[in-house]
């Protein structure tokens, strides 16, 4: 019998989560491999139909899993849920409800609360429990078919009880793991800007105030960089928008890689940046942003644009005065910041005192 764990989703194919699938051609597999268990071990405890039942049953799983790599879903789904609905009710009625084929069916339940939309888990969920209670009043009013020895039965129970066990914990482990990646993703949602890949402004603003609160305690400096591309809407119109998001993305890296793994690296808006460098002074602020801005002039940029176009920035240094908030460091920095757009651009400018 195997892994009921077999995915219930109804939503249009687009929308299914790939990962999901590719759980669900490793449970038919695993199901497959169980079934053939089963045909040698049915034929040891003297139940022959139960035992090409399955042989019926391995088709059935080979069938899903193919039909699984090449994107058939509803077809895998269908041929899951026949092979497990029919073979837990064909093992019950043969051999007895004390066989354990009913634990399959429980299966079921976290993949479809999992993968099914609420309308659908919900008829689901109430046909499954309609087939199990009707299963097991129908076992208060018959015997079984085909009974085998007692001993053959709990060794059967057994092992049903067991590669239920086993498939339970796997599935945990895999929504588990699912539930720790979504909340992965939506911490970098939040705190990301897609396009860069730095900081976003609001997190930027948080974690500028840890800096702040800090700063206060213990004195320490703080540099802050505000940084512009120079000329960014001139290489959006000559090179269109899709060529200038590719050069933010590039502004940002070369920024990241000149700055220390401690700084704080946000898009700013737009074409701005901002950095903030925790222990450091104007003087190694304005140092850093030389080093930013001659890496700049360094950068191979005919790749990304094309003919012998540059990419230059101007940057803005500031450091944290005692008292201040966060709004006038920046303030300052980007005072420092329109001198140096005023005075040509592609150019450093520490703020006045």
Same mark, same amino acid.
């Given at each position: 019998?195997? &892994?009921? &764990?077999?995915?219930?989703?109804?939503?249009?194919?687009?929308?299914?989560?790939?990962?999901?699938?590719?759980?669900?051609?490793?449970c038919a597999q695993i199901a497959g491999t169980v079934d053939v268990i089963f045909f040698f071990l049915f034929?040891?405890? =003297?139940?022959?139909?139960?035992?090409?039942?399955?042989?019926? &049953?391995?088709?059935?799983?080979? =069938?899903?899993?193919?039909?699984?790599?090449y994107h058939r879903n509803r077809i895998a789904v269908v041929l899951i849920w026949a092979e497990v609905l029919g073979h837990a009710g064909l093992g019950i009625v043969l051999i007895g409800w004390e066989s354990g084929f009913?634990?399959?069916?429980?299966?079921?339940?976290?993949a479809i609360c999992v993968s099914a939309s609420r309308k659908w888990a919900i008829y689901a969920l109430l046909a499954l429990w309609g087939y199990y209670i009707a299963l097991d009043v129908l076992m208060w009013y018959i015997e079984p078919l085909q009974p085998i020895h007692q001993t053959a039965l709990h060794i059967v129970h057994l092992f049903n009880l067991s590669v239920v066990f086993a498939?339970? &914990?796997?599935?945990?482990?895999?929504?588990?793991?699912?539930?720790?990646?979504?909340?992965?993703k939506l911490r970098e949602m939040a705190t990301t800007d897609s396009?860069? =890949?730095l900081f976003n402004r609001r997190h930027m603003t948080y974690l500028a105030e840890k800096e702040l609160a800090r700063f206060s305690r213990s004195g320490h400096p703080v540099g802050f960089l505000l940084l512009d591309v120079d000329h960014f809407?001139?290489?959006?119109?000559?090179? =269109?928008?899709e060529t200038g998001d590719r050069v933010l993305g590039f502004v940002a890296d070369v920024i990241r890689e000149e700055l220390r793994a401690q700084d704080l690296i946000g898009r700013w808006g737009g074409e701005e940046f901002l950095a903030i460098l925790p222990d450091t002074?104007?003087?190694?602020?304005?140092?850093?942003?030389?080093r930013i801005r001659n890496a700049f002039l360094a950068r191979d940029w005919s790749g990304i644009i094309g003919g012998d176009a540059d990419v230059t920035i101007s940057i803005g240094v500031s450091e944290l005065r005692a008292g201040e908030d966060l709004s006038t460091a920046v303030s300052r920095a980007d005072e420092a910041l329109y001198r140096g757009k005023t005075g040509g651009r592609n150019r450093v400018e520490l703020e006045t005192i």
């Open positions: 019998m195997k &892994s009921a &764990s077999a995915p219930m989703n109804y939503e249009p194919e687009r929308e299914r989560r790939p990962q999901f699938w590719r759980l669900a051609m490793r034929h040891a405890l =003297g139940s022959p139909i139960l035992a090409w039942i399955n042989v019926v &049953s391995v088709a059935m799983y080979a =069938g899903a899993y193919y039909a699984l790599k009913h634990y399959y069916l429980l299966m079921f339940i976290p498939m339970f &914990s796997y599935l945990s482990s895999y929504y588990l793991r699912m539930v720790v990646t979504a909340q992965r396009l860069t =890949g809407k001139s290489i959006n119109d000559a090179y =269109g928008h002074d104007s003087g190694k602020a304005q140092a850093s942003a030389e």
